[in-house]
Each structure stands twice: as C-alpha cells, then as structure tokens.
C-alpha cells in the first residue's frame, strides 16, 4: 500500500522504520554487513578499517538554499557521495537518514505521523550510496535539537 501526506504508517515508530529500511537497503548476500570480532571489526571475515566524512543533510537539509530546511536533490546526494567514495571514503555517517523527527519535512513529523515524501527521499539516499560503493552510519537518535529531531522530540511526545 502507498502512504501519502499525513496519513498514519503501521508501524511502532520511525525508529523502527529507519533501522528495517537500513538493513534490507543495504544487505545483500554479496555485501555482507560490516561486524564486530572482539576489538575489531570485519567484512566478510577480513579486518574492516574505514573512513569517510559526516554528510548529516542526505536525507533533510539546512544549507540549500542557505537559511531553508529542505530536501537535498538526488543530484546533490550522489554527486556528494560519489565524490566521497573517489576521496577513499568508505563509510558515510548521515544523521537526517535516521534522526528525522518533530519538522514538517521530517519522516516522523510528530508522534505517530509519518511523511511519505521523506521516508522516499531518505530511502533515495540509501540507494545513492549502494551505488556509490559507500556504507552508512545511521543513528536513530542524537542528544541534541536540531533542526532534524532528537531524543526531545520524544521525551516531549
């Protein structure tokens, strides 16, 4: 079913909704997920060291216009995480994939109410760095209030 505008998703909470969206975007048989072997970590058994910058906007932006809240282009998603990955990044760390709460734009705009736009727009940006042969850090929440949400968007729910 297509879920438009306002209407209520069925599902417990976005967080929920941004971790299911992260694992099925981003695992394939061929591509394993990166894991935890006491100190360090692996992919596909081999040591996995990593690096990359913080694109926090891919999915709700600040900076474009300057002094706007608004969608990042596609463009402007794969053309950053393309030349991230021609940099050596490996890993991107994207709050606004993950951290998408209490802003009209956002994915859970308030408690229970969910954006279909965003949710298309974060899973666009997924998808970008599938291409782009870039792995995400996606947190779920943050300590702070932003433009984007955090935690006070739900000890205030």
Known sequence: A?????RPMPMPSALM????AV???CTRAADPFVRR?????????????FAGPNIYWLGLDENEPPGT???????RVLDTLNTSRVMGATVVRCHTCGISTGNLL?????????NATARDVIDRAIAAA???????IVPLTD????YHGGKFDFTTW
Request: charged content about 15%; glycine content about 16%; overall charge positive.
């Open 2 to 6: 297509e879920y438009m505008g306002d």
């Open 17 to 20: 909704a941004a971790a299911i």
């Open 23 to 25: 694992l099925f975007a």
């Open 37 to 49: 072997s006491g100190g360090k970590l692996t992919l596909g058994g081999q040591p996995f060291r």
């Open 69 to 75: 809240v608004a969608y990042p282009t596609p463009f």
């Open 106 to 114: 956002s994915f859970e705009r308030a408690r229970g109410v969910f």
């Open 130 to 136: 599938g291409r782009a042969g870039v792995r995400l």
């Open 143 to 146: 300590n702070y209030h932003y």
